[in-house]
Every structure is written in C-alpha cells, then in structure tokens.
C-alpha cells in the first residue's frame, strides 16, 4: 500500500511554456501532499503544501505565480510551472501524507528540462 | 526550530560489510516522529521506516536496524551484511507534531562495491 505516482517522469520544454506535473496517491486519501524540489547532490527543498479544497502554502522564497499548486480531490494535486526557463530545470517531487500513519510517502518525481 | 544533521557526507564500504548511518535531531516539542528514506539513483524516494519520540524501542527489519536514543538526540540507521543494492542516498527526517513538514537531513551517499 501506500503508492504515490508522478506523471510525467521526464518533460523537456522550451523557454516560455508551461508544464503541468500531477501527483496522485492510488490506494490512499490524502488531505495533504506536498511539493520539493532537489538540485543534483542536494536534499530536497520543500516548496509549498497543497490542502484539498483549499489554497496551498508557499514556502518563503517561491514564487506562487510561477508555481501554480492545484489539490482538487483527496487523491490528486498538480504542480504546473508557468512561463518555464532554464532556471526551473530540476527534479520535482510529490509526496502525499498517510494522515493515519502520519507519513509522506513520495512519488518517483519528475526531471523537467528547460531549453 | 527544528533541524537534522547527517555529518556523514559519502561512506563506502565493500560489500558484507555493516555500515552505521549517523543522523542527529534538534526539536523543542515533546511529540514528534522521525524517518529514514532511501533514494536510489532512480530518484525515487523509498520510505523506510518512522519512529515516534515515545517509542524508543530499537528496530530491527531483516538487515536493517535503527537505534532511537532520545538522551543523544539521535536515530542511527545501521545496515547488516552491505549489498551493492543498498547503494543509496539516506535521508534522516524530522516531522514535529505529527502534522507539520518534514525536515531533511542533508543526506549520506552510501556506495556499497562488490
């Protein structure tokens, strides 16, 4: 039990669009999840914390306009990267919270490459 | 605030070797939970094991085990018999309350050479 899928696990994109990565538990509910990214040899950083049905939580430093967090159902939440640019090219991580267990088990994340 | 130290940056041992994880935690709550995950060069992170801060009971899962001292402030991670598939990086955690963020360690690259 306990799965978390990340679609898609790899996109490459051009200067300017957007890119939409979705994040959904499969055989749990999940009332909060949550968005990282990680840099090449690094830990992962928390970006924002995403409520179903209710506005997400931005960590200090990103911008919520550039990284627009949808949470509509208890099992999928959405990260889209707006007007991408080569900055933005990391490795994005989901995870969604077994509230019960209290643990967050994470997707396989998804490498975003801006050219 | 909370924090996580992992001092040990890279370890390598030869497989079969026991191979000791440090990770060191700071938090002022009384409650709070602690994890290990493994992230394999897939990326994926692979959760391993939580241990809340009234449960100090070791655990020991196959080859795995874990030592939650709460008087040291630390939760080392140790691997018995070291496979060349435990080749990893290890990310201590700390989560306080229960129902607040995770706090990552920097995280230990272990490789594991036949």
């Known amino acids: 039990g306990a799965v978390v899928s990340q679609h898609p696990s790899w996109v490459i994109c051009k200067s300017g669009t957007s890119v939409k990565i979705e994040c959904r538990s499969l055989d749990f509910q999940a009332t909060t999840m949550f968005w990282y990214r990680q840099f090449p040899k690094q830990s992962l950083m928390l970006m924002a914390t995403s409520n179903e049905g209710s506005k997400a939580t931005y960590e200090q430093g990103v911008e919520k306009d550039k990284f627009l967090i949808n949470h509509a159902s208890l099992t999928l939440s959405t990260l889209t990267v707006t007007s991408a640019h080569p900055e933005d090219s990391s490795f994005y991580i989901c995870s969604a919270r077994d509230s019960p267990q209290e643990t967050q088990y994470f997707g396989p994340g998804t490498r975003l490459l801006v050219l | 605030a909370q924090k996580v130290t992992q001092a040990q940056t890279e370890i390598s041992v030869v497989e079969k070797e026991d191979v000791t994880l440090d990770c060191v935690y700071e938090?002022?709550?009384?409650?709070?939970?602690l994890f290990w995950y493994k992230q394999p060069p897939s990326g994926e992170l692979v959760f391993l094991i939580r241990r809340n801060s009234f449960d100090e009971q070791n655990e020991i899962s196959g080859r795995y085990s874990w030592n939650f001292q709460k008087s040291t402030s630390s939760f080392n991670f140790t691997i018995t018999a070291s496979q060349v598939v435990d080749s990893a990086v290890y990310f201590c955690?700390?989560?306080?309350?229960?129902?607040?963020?995770?706090?990552f360690g920097k995280g230990t690259m272990l490789l594991v050479s036949p």
């Open positions: 938090t002022r709550d009384t409650t709070y939970y």
């Open positions: 955690a700390l989560s306080e309350g229960g129902y607040s963020t995770l706090t």
